[in-house]
């Protein structure tokens, strides 16, 4: 841990300008991914997550735009060594040098691999684009390339699934072609945002399978953005909690799950089943509330067990750093 | 030459301003007169060529155009004299001798259009003519019309040696074919033509020798002649579409004719070139503007038929006209007429110089900027009035029944008189004929031999609503509703008379209409304009559904070959006044309705016309204008306008142009001008 | 889309109601907002023509034929007085074109609320008052013509008024026929499917396959001649709606090939609704919305099937006057040449159109933002 | 596939035929027919019909049966390829209509391919900004040429092409080419005349094509294939142009199968005002002069042509794009 992060995202805050209302969707974000490892990012939906990763590739759509906040990526150098570390935040959003970040150092796979491929397309020439775009070589060579990448990926007979539609092939195959051209840069970071929600039980655990072998072969770092504590556990070395934009805690993935310090990641592992614990569910209580209208001070004392009453509805906790590896933000801990 | 790059902002702009200048002095009486100038103008006097009878003045040696010459030479035909034969048609042209070549362009708006090319190419082929004040019959294709036995027997001279457009010469055997075997034929002609009847009485006709045609009459008719030179049915080959012509040539005909082809052959025919029966085959034959083949007299003949994009016609090798000099005619080589697929085209078209001679389908309204392009199109513009007394006339159907109340005031004088004098003809004139008409009654203008005299121009033809509204009151309709009309005396509330008008033709009848509805609000009159469809308003008037029924009465100045404007003479009529009145006439009394006894004077006037001379006719023609104008059975509301197809458009350099010509369709106008003469100075 | 995004509207949807929704969303489209005040505008004039109009329409005048529009002087001196100068007119005997030199020496003051022809304004109150005028009202010698006068020397200003309220009614009226007929026959080919939506989907299919103009001509030629102009007037908008009902059937058909299977339709069925009833009292008003889009935009194709229609002469005739009637009147070479502001009744139909189109895709959008 | 394509094929068919009967209908509907136009037509030029020759003629052209027996004739004639005679023309129908047709064509094509060169770019301008002051003046601009109309823009057009640029009034041809052979001159010619029609045929339709565009690409542009290929790191231009572009254009290019008939149809009182040797005047002189055959045959042709375009549109759309469920075409 001597070398500074991959990735460090500070105070980000993307916000959504809209007739209805400002809509803080992230505010205040702040982790860190080291080189190699994988971050979880948790949370219930419409936490920011999703946001998070867009911001950090830059491709919010309108009208959400990054207010205030860096992103340190430390782009690689060619000769391996520490390369140098640009700020996202401040880059052109379709400038050349966002441009060649995206896709080729940090890459993303998302949620819909139904419609995440074009329809007209074939699974292939959209490939072939993404390899292309960020090396050199001719059409031939980024062919193969990409059946070399679809068999790695685990994808039957790529030779014929190259020139398919990506409506002729399953979920779990589409998702594999998405890995493929996710890593057909060998990106140093992927992003992956709820890789597996759309996908069946055992497709889940071969894609994430998969992803941990790859992460291995290429020593890729990956932002793995879920809502399911089960993936986590099994993935994840490090564990960020997000509650509505923020990063609530941040620890290692044993110290998250044995010993949670924040009311609501305390709440989130209630709230999941165990296998081997007799401990009977407790859903969380209350909802998310509305964007619209955050809560005053802690935005979870609303449905805090250990709401202090002039605190927690006044101020807002601080980040604060617990061991060196754990950071929370809540009063108990100020 | 720097106007004619002038764009029109500017244009308008500086006669703006030199009117502006011009009208600082002139009061609107002034400008009154100014008129009357600005008329002169554009209207000159009346000249036209004329047909030279006397055997010394006719030429003996003729000439051709070149490409005739050609061909001659090469032996594909043979020489100029043979062709013309002993007897030419002599016309002496109106300014000069021409010279042979070039093409006439104008235009025409489709197969119904065929009067286009018979009045500008039919040389016109009629047997007798008018002279160019459409007052005098003079010989045309025939050489002479002698009377026998007191009008009951005519002889018809033919030019000797004259031949069709394809050689074969053109003989009595025509005319008889014609009778025995067309005009007789109950399939070809099924009504026989009133045309060759006397008091509803069929003539025959008999060859007397090669040359020489006799006509024979029950009665005496003495109108022979005019229905020889006026556009009717026994006037050459424009009709021969419906079996009408007074002859055909019967040796390219017969191959179409059962009697001589005999039947299964000429159904064969008629099956192959996809006919429903061997009649329409005959009659396609037949057809001077669809079959090229036909053989003509005419003066051109038609080369790319009247069904086609462009209707071409071409010199006729064995035309019989010839100039003094002995030129045989026509100078221009060529006339192509283009398919126009609209009226505002075809103005636009002549508006922009495209075309060399247009009269046809000019639209007067468009008058300025016909004048205002003068120059860039190269082309002067002339207005020919007509001679008829009414542009625009109002027909009273006198046998309007549906409403007794309604059919009681037209039927009395003085009702219909009241609504004369309740129209504002001068601002009619003003704002439809540009003020080139000339407002007044039905009767046709002063020189023409049957006007009964000035007075009656202006007889209950002059704006008088004081006037008009005591004679209404008079009638006993002096009650009004609150809107100042005039209640129905049967206590059915307003009295409200319709009036039927066409749209899109020459005269803008709705229009007009819509402007006298305003001028009789003053005299308490609600008339309700209804706009219909020609075949709808056809099937009104013989349904005896219309009250008041809008048109023109061009062909009017010649009473008796053109009647039906004068008197109900015609079913089948766009405006009437009186289908009864029609069939009594016609059967004679045996149907219909007898005619009021003004009305009943003034049609036995008309029929005893034709059985008398000259003279007598005269004076029964005044005598039925007097009646016409007395009873004003018709309002004539602006008349002796250029309206219809009197604004004339032609080139600078185009010769032998009057700078007035007689108008009226009985004259085939331009036909009377003789195109044949007309030629490119260069 | 951000996940946040998609969630707000759906969480409003609680606290708002669907009209709400729409429109907040409408406000987004700032050319349907300014459209919409535009459409009300034209649907004032409506209500007002015969007060708007100075003039009565009818009224010809040889002397005041074809004069081009006057221009109106707003301050006589220093204080506001709208006048207009006095004409002399004549005929130029040599371009045969009726020229008008205005007399500065005449002014024809404006008057508002003047006195003129009389009329019922909303067809009740009987008065003789317009918006503006000259004193001594028709009976004046020197009056105003602010767009000139056509060749029967009739005011086009006036004219025009008269002309708005007809043609935009008779869309009106057009668009309401059109709706009834869409809405039933879509919603029971919808609703039922099977043989009924197949036979009226045929049936739409076929109309739209035979071009109009035949079918116009056939329809307005078949419809009495002699008919008044009244009668004309409402058989024409019914055979522009015969034509106009298609496509508002299509829309609502799509509506209701979605929403069949949703919950409260089918709740609605199982507690027995009759099936009538189902449609009209419970489907009907769930998509208002989207009939009111459909709705705006068959609009414009109204107003432009009246004025085609009176080009072919088979529409309204005068002495009726419609937006057709008046460019109908227009459409020759003279008036193009010479007197070209007599084109002027182009303008409102084209403001007309557009306002339409804008409204009704503004409209449309809002009512979904995805739908066609 | 197969048997959806079938269905459409027997529908289609039974379309044509409902069709035809209608066409026959619309056509007998105005009061009168030929004889009675054609008798007017003699009135007003002054010259007589008797009720004889009347009934000759109506005889002659079997007007006298009651309509469905008509109907049957024609049929009968059709189906082996004769469409009858026009009356008014005296000539086949076929050589009346001849040449017509393909210029009418012609004419269409150029105005489509107007319409698209400008629906295309400002239906994906104003979808990509939407509500932007670039998409309301796109929109605006491209509205325009719907609101105008047409039969006045194209007089005005017409004269101020001879005032300003003498050029030759109406027509397709010069008139040394009205009626030449077909030669490269004459095919020059013709596209010399073709832009101011196609213009004023393609605005009226462009609004219509930018709405689709513009409301398929919005659909499109909220898929995540656009993140995906944003993702990759493609400019915007690209990413816009390749993927929800490409896959908006499909539902847009299967338009052309009846968006080709409705220029022909809409073009009818354009061509009438340029005076163009289509069939649109053609048709509307055969309507009022009630020439049955004439008029039956064209709008039988232009009721097929959609037919089939239509048929074609669908069959297409399922092809390009097999996203879209069968029975919801």
């Given at each position: ?334 | ?6 764009t029109p902002r500017?244009?308008t ?329 609209n009226l505002e085209v075809?103005n636009l078209?002549?508006i ?11 639209d007067?309204g468009k008058?300025p900027v016909?004048?205002e ?135 803008q009848?709705?229009q ?171 | ?56 329409p ?7 034929s074809l004069m081009p529009p006057q ?26 074109k009726r ?46 013509f602010l767009l000139g006068t056509d060749v029967q020397g009739r005011d086009l200003w006036s004219r025009l008024m008269y002309g708005t309220?007809?043609s ?135 107003i432009i099937?009246e004025t085609s229609l009176s080009f072919l002469g088979?529409g309204l005739?005068p002495?009726?006057i419609s937006w057709g009637v008046l460019l109908q009147q227009a459409q020759n070479v003279q008036t193009v040449a010479i007197s070209p502001w007599l084109m002027l009744p182009a303008l409102p139909v084209i403001v007309a159109v557009m ?18 | ?143 325009i040429g719907l609101a105008v109309p047409n039969f006045l823009l194209a007089l005005v057009i017409l004269y101020l092409g001879f005032i300003l ?31 101011i029609?196609?213009?004023i045929?393609?605005l009226a ?64 009182i354009v061509?009438l005002v340029l ?55």
């Amino acid at each position: 841990m001597t070398r500074e992060p991959l990735l460090s995202v500070r105070n980000l805050k993307t916000y959504f300008i809209q007739d209805e209302g400002l809509v803080k969707a992230v505010d205040g974000v702040s982790f860190d991914v080291a080189e190699g490892v994988t971050l979880g990012i948790v949370g219930e939906s419409g936490c920011g997550k999703s946001v998070t990763a867009r911001s950090i590739l830059r491709i919010v759509d309108r009208p959400g735009r990054i207010v205030e906040g860096e992103i340190h990526f430390r782009r690689p150098s060619a000769n391996g060594g520490p390369g140098r570390t640009v700020d996202l935040a401040t880059l052109e959003p379709n400038g050349a040098e966002m441009r060649a970040i995206r896709g080729a150092e940090i890459a993303l796979i998302f949620q819909e691999p139904m419609s995440s491929f074009s329809p007209v397309h074939t699974i292939g020439s959209q490939i072939v684009e993404a390899i292309r775009l960020h090396q050199p070589g001719g059409r031939r060579e980024a062919r193969d390339k990409t059946i070399e990448l679809l068999r790695r990926v685990g994808v039957s007979s790529p030779e014929e699934r190259v020139d398919q539609l990506s409506n002729q092939l399953s979920g779990g195959m589409r998702q594999r072609a998405m890995i493929a051209m996710a890593l057909s840069c060998h990106p140093t970071l992927l992003i992956a945002d709820e890789p597996t929600t759309a996908l069946d039980v055992t497709t889940q655990t071969q894609i994430l399978e998969l992803m941990r072998q790859l992460q291995q072969e290429d020593g890729m770092a990956i932002m793995l953005i879920t809502h399911d504590l089960g993936v986590i556990a099994t993935m994840a070395t490090d564990v960020a909690v997000m509650y509505l934009g923020r990063v609530v805690e941040q620890a290692p993935v044993d110290a998250i799950f044995h010993a949670p310090l924040h009311p609501y990641t305390r709440a989130l592992l209630r709230s999941i089943p165990r296998i081997r614990s007799r401990a009977r569910l407790v859903p969380i209580a209350g909802a998310v509330p509305h964007p619209y209208d955050r809560p005053t001070g802690c935005p979870f004392h609303p449905r805090c067990a250990e709401f202090k009453a002039g605190t927690c509805d006044r101020q807002e906790p601080r980040l604060t750093r617990i061991g060196d590896h754990h950071t929370v933000s809540c009063f108990l801990y100020e | 030459m720097s106007q004619v790059r002038r764009t029109p902002r500017n244009r308008t702009l500086r006669s703006r301003l030199t009117v502006a200048l011009v009208l600082g002095a002139l009061t609107v009486a002034v400008a009154a007169v100014a008129l009357a100038q600005g008329k002169n103008a554009l209207i000159g006097k009346l000249e036209g060529p004329e047909v030279v009878t006397d055997a010394a003045k006719i030429p003996k040696a003729f000439k051709e155009a070149p490409q005739l010459a050609e061909l001659v030479k090469a032996g594909k035909l043979p020489p100029v004299a043979e062709r013309i034969g002993q007897d030419p048609l002599v016309i002496k042209p109106l300014k000069e001798i021409g010279k042979y070549g070039g093409t006439w362009r104008a235009g025409f708006t489709g197969p119904a259009d065929f009067w286009n090319g018979f009045r500008c190419c039919s040389g016109p082929d009629h047997l007798m003519f008018w002279d160019y004040t459409g007052d005098k019959v003079m010989p045309n294709l025939a050489r002479g019309l002698e009377m026998q036995d007191g009008g009951k027997t005519w002889l018809l001279q033919l030019r000797r040696g004259m031949k069709w457009s394809d050689g074969k010469p053109f003989t009595a055997d025509d005319f008889v074919f014609w009778f025995e075997d067309v005009y007789r034929n109950k399939d070809l002609v099924p009504t026989p033509s009133a045309t060759l009847a006397i008091n509803g009485k069929q003539g025959v006709i008999e060859k007397a020798d090669t040359y020489t045609v006799r006509y024979r009459f029950p009665e005496a008719y003495y109108m022979f002649p005019d229905v020889l030179a006026g556009s009717t049915d026994l006037a050459g080959q424009m009709f021969g579409y419906r079996a009408m012509g007074g002859f055909a040539p019967a040796h390219y005909m017969k191959q179409f004719h059962p009697k001589y082809a005999g039947q299964a052959e000429v159904d064969k025919k008629a099956k192959d070139e996809k006919f429903d029966s061997w009649v329409r085959l005959f009659l396609a034959k037949n057809d001077w503007a669809r079959n090229p083949d036909l053989p003509v007299l005419s003066a051109w003949k038609t080369v790319t038929p009247i069904n086609t994009p462009t209707w071409t016609l071409e010199r006729n090798p064995y035309s019989v006209f010839v100039d003094t000099a002995g030129n045989q005619l026509p100078y221009i080589d060529k006339v192509v007429l283009t398919l126009a697929e609209n009226l505002e085209v075809i103005n636009l078209r002549a508006i922009a110089g495209e075309y060399d001679y247009a009269s046809r389908h000019m639209d007067l309204g468009k008058l300025p900027v016909f004048i205002e392009n003068q120059v860039k199109g190269n082309y002067k513009v002339y207005l020919d009035p007509g001679d008829y007394g009414g542009d625009m006339i109002i027909k009273f159907n006198l046998n309007y029944d549906a409403d007794p109340e309604i059919a009681r005031w037209f039927n009395t004088a003085d009702f219909r008189r009241a609504l004369s004098l309740g129209v504002d003809r001068d601002q009619i004139n003003e704002t439809f004929w540009l003020g080139t008409g000339t407002p007044g009654s039905v009767v046709p203008v002063d020189s023409n031999k049957y006007n009964p005299g000035p007075q009656y121009r202006k007889l209950w033809s002059t704006l008088d609503v004081k006037k008009a509204n005591e004679m209404l009151d008079k009638l006993g309709l002096g009650k009004k509703d609150a809107q100042g009309y005039r209640l129905r005396a049967d206590g059915k509330g307003r009295l409200r008379i319709e009036i039927m008008t066409l749209g899109g033709q020459f005269v803008q009848y709705t229009q007009i209409a819509e402007m006298i509805r305003e001028q009789w609000k003053k005299i308490g009159i609600d008339l309700q304009v209804q706009e219909v469809e020609r075949s709808l308003a056809l099937k009104r008037t013989e349904a005896n559904e219309q009250q008041l029924g809008a048109w023109n009465n061009d062909g009017s100045e010649h009473l008796f070959t053109f009647p039906l404007h004068v008197f109900p003479f015609e079913l089948a009529a766009v405006a009437s006044s009186g289908p009864l009145y029609v069939k009594w006439f016609h059967s004679a009394g045996a149907q219909g309705k007898e005619p009021e006894p003004r009305m009943k004077e003034l049609m036995e006037k008309w029929k005893k016309a034709f059985g008398v001379p000259e003279k007598e006719r005269i004076q029964l023609g005044k005598d039925i204008w007097k009646i016409a104008a007395e009873e004003v059975y018709i309002i004539g509301v602006v008349g002796m306008g250029p309206a219809s197809m009197g604004v004339r458009v032609v080139k600078n350099n185009m010769g032998n142009i009057p700078s007035r010509q007689y108008n009226s369709p009985d004259g085939k106008t331009p036909g009377i001008s003789r195109p044949a003469t007309f030629f490119w100075k260069n | 889309m951000a996940v946040v995004v998609a969630v707000a509207p759906e969480q409003r949807v609680f606290v708002a109601s669907q009209w709400q929704l729409m429109w907040w969303r409408f406000r987004k489209h700032k050319l349907a907002v300014a459209s919409g005040v535009v459409v009300l505008g034209f649907y004032l004039v409506v209500l007002g023509a015969d007060f708007l109009a100075y003039a009565d329409p009818d009224v010809s005048e040889a002397q005041r034929s074809l004069m081009p529009p006057q221009r109106v002087y707003w301050f006589d001196g220093w204080q506001f007085g709208p006048y207009v100068h006095g004409f002399k007119g004549a005929r130029d005997p040599q371009t045969f074109k009726r020229v008008y030199v205005a007399d500065p020496s005449v002014k024809v003051p404006i008057r508002f609320f003047a006195e003129g022809f009389e009329y019922r304004f909303l067809g009740l109150i009987p008065t003789t008052r317009h918006l503006i005028g000259v004193d001594g009202g028709l009976d004046a010698s020197q009056t105003i013509f602010l767009l000139g006068t056509d060749v029967q020397g009739r005011d086009l200003w006036s004219r025009l008024m008269y002309g708005t309220r007809i043609s935009l009614t008779i869309g009106l009226l057009g668009v309401t026929a059109s709706l009834v007929l869409g809405v039933v026959l879509g919603g029971l080919s919808g609703f039922y499917g099977g043989v009924t939506d197949t036979i009226i989907q045929r049936t739409i299919e076929i109309l739209r396959s035979i071009p109009t103009i035949p079918l116009w001509m056939g329809l307005a030629a078949a419809l009495p001649r002699d008919w008044s102009i009244l009668q004309v007037y409402f058989a024409i908008t019914i055979i522009i709606s015969l034509l106009g009902w298609t496509e508002l059937a299509r829309v609502v058909r799509g509506r209701f090939l979605a929403m069949r299977e949703e919950d409260f339709v089918v709740s609605a069925r199982l507690v027995g609704c009759t099936e009538l009833r189902t449609i009209f009292v419970h489907m009907v008003p769930s998509f208002m919305s989207h009939i009111i889009a459909a709705t705006t935009l068959a609009l414009p194709a109204m107003i432009i099937s009246e004025t085609s229609l009176s080009f072919l002469g088979l529409g309204l005739r005068p002495p009726a006057i419609s937006w057709g009637v008046l460019l109908q009147q227009a459409q020759n070479v003279q008036t193009v040449a010479i007197s070209p502001w007599l084109m002027l009744p182009a303008l409102p139909v084209i403001v007309a159109v557009m306002a339409f189109n804008f409204l009704g895709d503004g409209l449309r959008d809002a009512a979904d933002p995805y739908g066609r | 596939m197969l048997a959806y394509i079938g269905r459409r094929v027997l529908l289609a068919i039974f379309t044509v035929w409902a069709i035809s009967v209608l066409s026959f209908v619309i056509i007998q509907l105005p009061p009168g027919d030929y004889v009675t136009s054609y008798i007017a037509q003699m009135a007003s030029s002054g010259s007589v019909v008797s009720e004889e020759e009347a009934q000759a003629l109506r005889l002659q052209y079997g007007l006298g049966q009651p309509i469905y027996v008509q109907y049957a004739k024609w049929m009968r004639q059709v189906l082996v390829g004769n469409f009858g005679m026009s009356m008014e023309w005296r000539r086949p129908v076929t050589d009346v209509i001849g040449e017509r047709l393909w210029l009418t064509i012609a004419v269409s094509v150029a105005a489509l391919l107007l319409t698209w060169v400008l629906a295309l770019p400002i239906g994906i301008y104003s979808a990509v900004r939407q509500y932007s002051a670039g998409d309301y003046l796109a929109t605006f601009i491209g509205f325009i040429g719907l609101a105008v109309p047409n039969f006045l823009l194209a007089l005005v057009i017409l004269y101020l092409g001879f005032i300003l640029f003498n050029a030759h009034i109406g027509g397709l041809f010069s008139p040394e080419f009205q009626d030449a052979a077909w030669s490269g001159a004459r095919a020059w010619d013709l596209l010399k005349h073709l832009p101011i029609p196609a213009l004023i045929l393609g605005l009226a339709g462009t609004a219509q094509q930018i709405r689709i565009m513009r409301a398929n690409l919005l659909d499109e542009l909220r898929k995540p294939y656009v993140v995906t290929a944003r993702s990759k790191g493609l400019s915007e231009v690209r990413v816009i142009l390749r993927y929800p572009v490409r896959v908006a254009l499909n539902p847009f290019a299967s338009t052309i199968g009846y968006t080709l008939p409705y220029i022909v149809s809409g073009s009818i009182i354009v061509s009438l005002v340029l005076g163009l040797p289509t069939v649109g005047p053609l048709l509307l002189k055969a309507l009022i002069a009630q020439d049955m055959f004439l008029a039956g045959t064209i709008v039988l042709m232009l009721g097929v042509m959609t037919v089939i375009g239509t048929l074609v549109s669908d069959i297409l759309l399922v092809w390009v794009d097999p996203r879209i469920r069968l029975e919801e075409t």
